[in-house]
């Protein structure tokens, strides 16, 4: 039965997510483990695609394959490997489990086999339990025979999404090394999911880009995600931060100067616009440019044109101009520190970057990938959130936005680990370790307000937080028992986990 609704997947028009998120519960149904993990191959690390059984924000972790020595053994055998339950071998998914406990527990099975698409090396899949004993010698055997399904899952899946002109494989296909893991986009938000699709789209043109977002909100990620999904991407991508270039040398930064143009220039140099072109530039704060050098940008967004500091001569440059800021440049129109035709150069396709706190489907899947960052470099075996940090991170107003939850996560590493009064490589952080000072509820959604003109959160999200609040405090009351929890909210107990599951609480 469950066979034949897998292969019905296959048909039904189902976005990729779910149709890899109802594979892994199936599978996890199949063999009754704990948890199921569909992991993708990029470059030297596996990456979570689907997931059942673990802690949601395991899917924001990226797991380096010559630190996980079980994951490099699965990937090196075309057949099934069964790890015992007295193996030493540390499992990648240590204490990640989404088991009712309040502490993190070692997994005690590990089974797992690699994946091919067309002869090539695609990934991995994996189950683990908690549970001594459950895979046996006819669980690889089956395991094996479910690994050429989930083989043509990635494989229907990959030409739907070529035959769409999504073009997930474009990068590869051109010979373009896959971006570093800190250039990475992590999110599975709609507000962010639209916006990549609406990118791809605009990254094939070469029309200027102007960035608007609150300072955190990575926009020199989207930057780099534009060039790497335009014809450019084969060319160098500069990037120059504004507000660091003294006004007296930007112009020669950006436009280069021959020799004596200036005291203690000995020789000719070249500019960011040479150095780039054929490529893309990366403007990053373009409010903070002296009115002097906004006009020679101007100049060059209108013809291509530019001269060094000390020439009258000028050379023609191919640049895609990507500019970011978060100020509200209007406003430097207004008092006379920016030109209205630069910006309107600029804004011929402005694309606004959602701040965190209106993305909060985001925040557990970033918190992932930084606790999986700190884990690797603090030489943990196993890095956390307990439930009640995943409340609180849920409900912080974030006015840093991503680089501030990324800071967050590392201080809170490093406090946890200096005040265990033992040595110990499982750690497992706390409220008071992440140290959240702002107000969250509804004061966060007041300071919300006065950051941005547009960050009043939509209803249901309002209603999710107060929903998430009355669930974590009816926890604490009852020291962490559900059934006791809902009966105190006067809930059925099945429809409190549903709706903790939903809200990301489980």
């Known amino acids: ?207 200027p880009l102007l960035l608007l977002g609150e300072t955190g909100v990575g926009k020199e990620l989207f930057a780099r995600f534009v060039h790497q999904h335009s014809q450019r991407s084969n060319k160098p991508m500069l990037h120059i931060n504004c507000a660091a270039l003294p006004e007296s040398l930007a112009e020669s930064e950006l436009f280069g100067h021959v020799k004596g143009a200036f005291s203690g220039a000995t020789q000719d140099r070249q500019g960011r616009f040479e150095a780039a072109h ?86 557990l899947l970033l918190a992932g990938h930084f606790l999986e960052l700190n884990r690797s470099r603090l030489g943990l075996r196993c890095l956390r959130l307990s439930a009640a940090a995943e409340y609180a991170l849920l409900n912080y107003a974030w006015p840093g936005n991503v680089r501030e939850l990324e800071h967050v996560i590392s201080r809170a590493a490093l406090k946890t680990l200096a005040r265990q009064a033992t040595a110990n490589d499982w750690v497992s952080l706390e409220p008071e370790e992440l140290d959240l000072t702002h107000p969250s509820g509804p004061q966060a959604l007041q300071m919300g307000s006065e950051l941005t003109e547009a960050s009043l959160l939509p209803l249901k999200q309002q209603v999710d937080l107060c929903q998430r609040q009355a669930i974590q405090q009816a926890l604490e009351r009852t020291e962490g028992n559900w059934s006791l929890a809902a009966k105190q909210l006067e809930v059925d107990s099945s429809n409190l986990h549903k709706l903790a599951k939903r809200l990301q609480l489980k």
């Open 278 to 363: 054929g490529g893309t530039l990366f403007l990053d704060e373009v409010g903070e440019l002296p009115l002097s050098v906004q006009a020679k940008l101007l100049r060059v967004l209108q013809s291509g044109e530019i001269q060094r500091l000390g020439s009258d001569a000028t050379r023609q440059v191919d640049v895609r101009i990507v500019a970011a800021t978060n100020r509200h440049l209007q406003e430097g129109i207004k008092n006379g520190g920016f030109r209205a035709d630069l910006y309107h150069r600029l804004s011929v396709y402005p694309v606004p970057i959602p701040p965190l706190r209106e993305r909060p489907d985001d925040i």
């Open 1 to 207: 039965m469950i066979d034949a609704l897998l292969l019905a997947d296959l048909t039904n028009d189902l976005t990729p997510a779910v149709r890899f998120q109802r594979l892994v519960y199936a599978l996890k149904e199949i063999f009754n483990c704990g948890a199921v993990v569909l992991l993708k191959k990029e470059a030297e690390q596996l990456r979570p695609v689907a997931l059942e059984g673990l802690v949601k924000e395991a899917l924001g972790r990226r797991f380096k394959i010559a630190e996980h020595p079980r994951l490099a053994t699965i990937l090196s055998s075309r057949e099934p490997i069964i790890f015992a339950p007295d193996n030493r071998v540390p499992d990648p998914y240590d204490g990640l489990l989404d088991a009712l406990v309040g502490e993190p527990l070692p997994v005690h099975d590990c089974m797992g086999v690699s994946l091919y698409v067309e002869g090539v090396l695609w990934g991995a899949l994996t189950l683990d339990s908690l549970v001594a004993g459950t895979f046996k010698a006819e669980s690889a055997l089956l395991l094996k025979r479910y690994a050429l399904l989930v083989e043509i899952f990635v494989r229907v899946t990959q030409l739907e999404q070529e035959r769409l002109g999504w073009r997930s494989l474009s990068l590869e296909a051109r010979g373009v090394r896959a971006a570093p893991d800190r250039s990475e986009i992590i999110a599975k938000s709609e507000a962010i999911t639209q916006l990549l699709h609406e990118l791809k789209l605009v990254a094939q043109s070469d029309l």
